[in-house]
């Protein structure tokens, strides 16, 4: 088991910048390293050329990938809020898990499919393809860990219980989805905002 | 995408192709308004076209290439593994351990998205590597969780707030309104840092009679850590600031002026290690910079420092002035005005009222009784001010505000009683609202500034069977008259002194506070009133301050609704600029005397 969780989320500015955050805590929570990207903006080529794969890209392999490799703390897992960046995964060697948010939360301790219609993008995705980047999302597999409600693509659903064990160890009282607000509000501060 | 211009048009690949013959007739019949039907007449399949192809020269297409680009991602990196925090004290960890102390309450029972109160950054912090170290810590509630910190009672949210803003602060003022629980805040703040490893030498400053009050308040919000009271003869305070292992000194203003050399020189001629944190409790015992004890204050080594006061401006704004001067030297003159010096201090201050965090607390209410003299009064009153006022305006020049506050003594206390007859409209009025205090079972604190005023309402009040807590009572009674005021049924009343009552006593079981004659300083009034309105306080709390009409007490309570609005100015952006301090002119003014040239 490692000794940290790692957190991944990005954020977007109404002049449609995108800064990544990837926060390293202790399994007490305590910080341990953070590292935030400076602003990043795709070029009309790219988001045409991507089409709605440019959100995975973007978001789980250039920046999720590029802070990932930066820190020098391997974590146990690595937590995300957004559900672009859950395809980190194919880029790193530690499982990765989407944090659902908790005001549904209904703990089961059960792990059952969700099935996910609707894509980040699906409100642009106003013409359709039929292949798989318009194709509805992957099915999720959601889980509990104590009061957090998780989930991992259903492809990736064997490692719930890897993301189990290495969440073993954590605080008893850690709210998974708690460190992405430090997130937003450390990059708030790297940016001068926070003052 | 833009259209690419010029984009070449490749030429057209040569093909020949076969035609297909003319399709069928076909034959369509309208039928009165309805859908037409169609009649399709197939024809038999064609006969496969026959296809001659023959070899044409192609030319490839042009390709026009658009870089998609892999933009290089810079990253800001920040550390904190190797921080300062985080590590208590082997004894601290050790003591949690071995006597169980702390043990969180069962974590089924809590929350887990309860609240959160997340510690932000003071403003003075630049560095952002330092800012983030406390933006990105866990949110107040999982650090003491975390360290398996537990509370006697639950604490407010607004004292989770507090315990945040202190947390961080090198240089801090928690102003709380009396009762809010700042000893609490701060125990509990330095309780976290030590445990943190951030604080490892606390000194805690406060008046005399609060050092055993501090004790209790650590033994019961920090029972691991030891607090030691600094006392006795020098030598054994000189042993007492020598020792190297004790976490939390206590020690009252008078010995920390009478030990400074101590404390500056340590026992042996070398330099003490400097306080991690020196905390100054009723810190306006330092806002006269040219004081001893301000300056003692001032002088201690430490690396943070914080004042903790109900009442950072009694009279005028320099007040705060002499309490920054122990907090960060310079950062404010006296030469500011008001709104200026309370925008700068504006993230070094935190002042909550009730009326704002303790919605559920009880009502505080207020009943002016504004009582005529009675005839005897009056007449020695008439009598007394116009001849004070005489031997003031003779004086001309030569009258100094010394000569001015002795004749508000006199006149003041025949406002209480007529020193010939004894005759007193107050008394009439106490006795009256007594009889009712005591038959509701409740109890009453009644205020004075003048210990001859309460020798007198206990001589008059003998079937009360009132307690007497005033600056003749000796320390170690005090606790004794404090303890049977809380338990004794029959002791329902407690004459107090504004100077040894107003701060530190938590007096929450008394129902009636009775000001009986007025202080020159609102806030000393407003603390008198929260012995009783303060946290734990079971009902509403009954405010009775007498005024006599058409006396100085009347005059001066003009005076003290300025000095509010003053306060009011500094701590706040939406109220007006109100005139600030009592100046010399008003105090003559209050006899409509003119103000000498420079009297002193």
């Given at each position: 088991?490692?000794?940290?969780l790692g957190f991944l989320t990005v954020l977007e500015d109404s002049d449609q910048n995108l800064f990544g955050g990837y926060l390293l805590l202790?399994?007490?929570?305590?910080p341990l390293e953070f590292h935030c990207t400076t602003p990043i903006r795709p070029n009309?080529?790219q988001r045409?050329?991507y089409?709605?794969t440019l959100e995975p890209f973007l978001f789980g392999e250039l920046i999720g990938g590029t802070l990932y490799r930066k820190a020098t703390t391997?974590p146990?897992v690595v937590c995300t809020d957004v559900f672009a960046a859950v395809c980190l995964r194919e880029h790193v060697?530690v499982?990765v898990v989407l944090v659902?948010?908790?005001?549904?939360?209904?703990?089961?301790?059960?792990?059952?499919?969700?099935?996910?219609?609707?894509?980040p993008?699906?409100?642009?995705?106003?013409?359709?393809?039929?292949?798989?980047?318009?194709?509805?999302?992957?099915?999720?597999?959601?889980?509990?860990?104590?009061?957090?409600?998780?989930?991992?693509?259903?492809?990736?659903?064997?490692?719930?219980?890897?993301?189990?064990?290495?969440?073993?160890?954590?605080?008893?009282?850690?709210?998974?989805a708690?460190p992405f607000e430090r997130i937003r509000q450390a990059i708030d501060e790297a940016r001068g905002g926070g003052? | 995408?833009?259209?690419?211009?010029?984009?070449?048009?490749?030429?057209?690949?040569?093909?020949?192709?076969?035609?297909?013959?003319?399709?069928?007739?076909?034959?369509?019949?309208?039928?009165?308004?309805?859908?037409?039907?169609?009649?399709?007449?197939?024809?038999?399949?064609?006969?496969?076209?026959?296809?001659?192809?023959?070899?044409?020269?192609?030319?490839?297409?042009?390709?026009?290439?658009?870089?998609?680009g892999r933009a290089g991602v810079r990253v800001r990196s920040f550390g904190?593994?190797?921080?300062?925090?985080?590590?208590?004290?082997?004894?601290?960890?050790?003591?949690?351990?071995?006597?169980?102390?702390?043990?969180?309450?069962?974590?089924?029972?809590?929350?887990?998205?309860?609240?959160?109160?997340?510690?932000?950054?003071?403003?003075?912090?630049?560095?952002l590597?330092?800012?983030l170290?406390?933006l990105l810590?866990?949110?107040?509630?999982?650090?003491?969780?975390?360290?398996?910190?537990?509370?006697?009672?639950?604490?407010?949210?607004?004292?989770?707030?507090?315990?945040?803003?202190?947390?961080?602060?090198?240089?801090?003022?928690?102003?709380?309104?009396?009762?809010?629980?700042?000893?609490?805040?701060?125990?509990?703040?330095?309780?976290?840092?030590?445990?943190?490893?951030?604080?490892?030498?606390?000194?805690?400053?406060?008046?005399?009679?609060?050092?055993?009050?501090?004790?209790?308040?650590?033994?019961?919000?920090?029972?691991?850590?030891?607090?030691?009271?600094?006392?006795?003869?020098?030598?054994?305070?000189?042993?007492?600031?020598?020792?190297?292992?004790?976490?939390?000194?206590?020690?009252?203003?008078?010995?920390?002026?009478?030990?400074?050399?101590?404390?500056?020189?340590?026992?042996?001629?070398?330099?003490?290690?400097?306080?991690?944190?020196?905390?100054?409790?009723?810190?306006?015992?330092?806002?006269?910079?040219?004081?001893?004890?301000?300056?003692?204050?001032?002088?201690?080594?430490?690396?943070?420092?914080?004042?903790?006061?109900?009442?950072?401006?009694?009279?005028?704004?320099?007040?705060?002035?002499?309490?920054?001067?122990?907090?960060?030297?310079?950062?404010?003159?006296?030469?500011?005005?008001?709104?200026?010096?309370?925008?700068?201090?504006?993230?070094?201050?935190?002042?909550?009222?009730?009326?704002?965090?303790?919605?559920?607390?009880?009502?505080?209410?207020?009943?002016?009784?504004?009582?005529?003299?009675?005839?005897?009064?009056?007449?020695?009153?008439?009598?007394?001010?116009?001849?004070?006022?005489?031997?003031?305006?003779?004086?001309?020049?030569?009258?100094?505000?010394?000569?001015?506050?002795?004749?508000?003594?006199?006149?003041?206390?025949?406002?209480?009683?007529?020193?010939?007859?004894?005759?007193?409209?107050?008394?009439?009025?106490?006795?009256?609202?007594?009889?009712?205090?005591?038959?509701?079972?409740?109890?009453?604190?009644?205020?004075?500034?003048?210990?001859?005023?309460?020798?007198?309402?206990?001589?008059?009040?003998?079937?009360?069977?009132?307690?007497?807590?005033?600056?003749?009572?000796?320390?170690?009674?005090?606790?004794?008259?404090?303890?049977?005021?809380?338990?004794?049924?029959?002791?329902?009343?407690?004459?107090?002194?504004?100077?040894?009552?107003?701060?530190?006593?938590?007096?929450?079981?008394?129902?009636?506070?009775?000001?009986?004659?007025?202080?020159?300083?609102?806030?000393?009034?407003?603390?008198?009133?929260?012995?009783?309105?303060?946290?734990?306080?079971?009902?509403?709390?009954?405010?009775?301050?007498?005024?006599?009409?058409?006396?100085?007490?009347?005059?001066?309570?003009?005076?003290?609704?300025?000095?509010?609005?003053?306060?009011?100015?500094?701590?706040?952006?939406?109220?007006?600029?109100?005139?600030?301090?009592?100046?010399?002119?008003?105090?003559?003014?209050?006899?409509?005397?003119?103000?000498?040239?420079?009297?002193?």
């Amino acid at each position: 088991m490692n000794a940290a969780l790692g957190f991944l989320t990005v954020l977007e500015d109404s002049d449609q910048n995108l800064f990544g955050g990837y926060l390293l805590l202790s399994l007490a929570g305590r910080p341990l390293e953070f590292h935030c990207t400076t602003p990043i903006r795709p070029n009309r080529a790219q988001r045409i050329l991507y089409g709605p794969t440019l959100e995975p890209f973007l978001f789980g392999e250039l920046i999720g990938g590029t802070l990932y490799r930066k820190a020098t703390t391997v974590p146990g897992v690595v937590c995300t809020d957004v559900f672009a960046a859950v395809c980190l995964r194919e880029h790193v060697d530690v499982p990765v898990v989407l944090v659902l948010p908790s005001e549904e939360m209904e703990p089961s301790g059960d792990a059952r499919p969700v099935p996910r219609s609707e894509g980040p993008s699906a409100a642009a995705a106003a013409v359709l393809r039929v292949d798989a980047p318009h194709a509805p999302r992957p099915p999720l597999v959601e889980f509990c860990w104590r009061a957090n409600r998780l989930a991992v693509p259903a492809r990736g659903g064997g490692e719930r219980d890897l993301i189990l064990e290495q969440l073993a160890g954590a605080e008893e009282l850690l709210d998974l989805a708690e460190p992405f607000e430090r997130i937003r509000q450390a990059i708030d501060e790297a940016r001068g905002g926070g003052r | 995408m833009r259209e690419q211009p010029g984009l070449p048009v490749p030429d057209p690949v040569a093909v020949i192709s076969w035609v297909a013959p003319p399709p069928p007739a076909v034959t369509s019949e309208h039928l009165g308004g309805s859908a037409p039907e169609v009649v399709s007449l197939r024809t038999a399949a064609p006969a496969p076209p026959r296809v001659e192809s023959r070899p044409s020269a192609v030319t490839p297409p042009r390709t026009v290439s658009i870089a998609i680009g892999r933009a290089g991602v810079r990253v800001r990196s920040f550390g904190f593994a190797g921080a300062a925090s985080g590590t208590a004290p082997e004894w601290l960890e050790g003591a949690a351990e071995a006597e169980g102390v702390g043990a969180a309450p069962p974590r089924a029972e809590r929350p887990l998205s309860g609240r959160r109160t997340r510690i932000a950054p003071p403003r003075d912090l630049v560095k952002l590597e330092d800012r983030l170290h406390y933006l990105l810590q866990p949110p107040l509630e999982s650090l003491f969780a975390e360290r398996a910190l537990s509370f006697p009672y639950e604490p407010f949210p607004y004292q989770f707030e507090g315990i945040a803003f202190l947390y961080p602060r090198h240089a801090a003022v928690l102003a709380d309104e009396m009762g809010l629980g700042k000893t609490m805040q701060a125990v509990t703040a330095i309780r976290l840092l030590m445990r943190r490893g951030e604080v490892r030498r606390v000194l805690l400053v406060c008046p005399k009679p609060l050092v055993t009050n501090w004790q209790r308040e650590f033994a019961l919000w920090a029972p691991e850590i030891p607090a030691m009271a600094v006392e006795g003869d020098r030598v054994r305070r000189q042993w007492q600031w020598a020792l190297d292992d004790v976490p939390v000194r206590i020690a009252n203003y008078e010995i920390l002026h009478r030990d400074e050399e101590l404390l500056l020189a340590g026992a042996g001629g070398a330099a003490p290690p400097p306080f991690d944190l020196v905390v100054l409790d009723e810190a306006q015992r330092i806002k006269n910079r040219a004081s001893a004890t301000a300056r003692a204050a001032c002088a201690l080594a430490r690396s943070r420092g914080w004042a903790l006061t109900g009442t950072p401006v009694e009279n005028s704004p320099e007040d705060l002035v002499g309490i920054f001067e122990f907090l960060s030297p310079g950062l404010l003159s006296p030469q500011m005005k008001p709104r200026k010096m309370g925008r700068t201090v504006s993230d070094y201050v935190l002042r909550r009222t009730k009326d704002t965090v303790l919605t559920d607390l009880p009502p505080k209410l207020f009943r002016e009784a504004q009582l005529e003299l009675t005839p005897e009064q009056r007449a020695t009153y008439q009598l007394a001010e116009e001849e004070g006022v005489l031997r003031l305006a003779e004086m001309e020049q030569a009258a100094t505000i010394q000569h001015v506050f002795e004749l508000v003594l006199r006149l003041k206390q025949i406002c209480n009683f007529d020193p010939a007859t004894g005759a007193s409209a107050k008394l009439e009025r106490l006795q009256a609202d007594l009889e009712e205090v005591v038959q509701s079972g409740r109890k009453a604190i009644v205020f004075s500034q003048y210990v001859r005023t309460l020798e007198t309402l206990a001589a008059n009040l003998g079937s009360f069977h009132p307690l007497m807590y005033h600056g003749k009572v000796r320390s170690a009674e005090r606790d004794r008259v404090i303890g049977r005021f809380r338990g004794d049924p029959r002791c329902q009343v407690l004459l107090m002194s504004y100077g040894a009552g107003s701060v530190g006593l938590n007096l929450q079981f008394a129902s009636y506070v009775f000001l009986f004659d007025r202080w020159w300083n609102p806030a000393v009034e407003d603390q008198a009133i929260n012995r009783a309105h303060r946290i734990g306080a079971a009902g509403p709390v009954t405010v009775s301050r007498f005024v006599t009409l058409a006396t100085i007490e009347e005059r001066i309570d003009r005076v003290l609704e300025e000095k509010r609005e003053l306060f009011a100015t500094i701590f706040s952006d939406s109220r007006p600029q109100q005139r600030t301090g009592l100046s010399q002119e008003e105090i003559f003014g209050l006899f409509d005397l003119a103000c000498p040239a420079r009297a002193a």
